[in-house]
């Protein structure tokens, strides 16, 4: 079965790990461009690091093109 358009909203405070908001970002973004990986984060700096990691987890996704889109 293919996957269809999904979305996702992580809320991330002083305690979230950053490779994890990325990984949970590129779970529904790998399967569809249309997917929608929402960030609603507590503290500065999280979406900058989110989006580092976002890049180094991309870098090794066999399906980094679709995510990339959606992302």
């Known amino acids: 079965m293919l996957a269809g358009s ?3 909203l992580v ?3 002083e305690t979230a790990e950053v490779k994890v908001v990325a990984a949970e970002f590129l779970a529904p973004a790998e399967h569809d ?3 929608r990986p929402i960030l609603v984060r507590t ?3 999280i979406a900058d690091a989110v989006n580092a990691e976002l890049q ?3 870098a ?7 995510a990339l889109e959606a992302v």
């Open 11 to 13: 809320i991330a405070d």
């Open 60 to 66: 090794v996704l066999p399906t980094a093109p679709v």
């Open 33 to 35: 461009t249309g997917a």
């Open 56 to 58: 180094l987890q991309l």
């Open 6 to 8: 999904s979305e996702v």
């Open 43 to 45: 503290r500065e700096g």
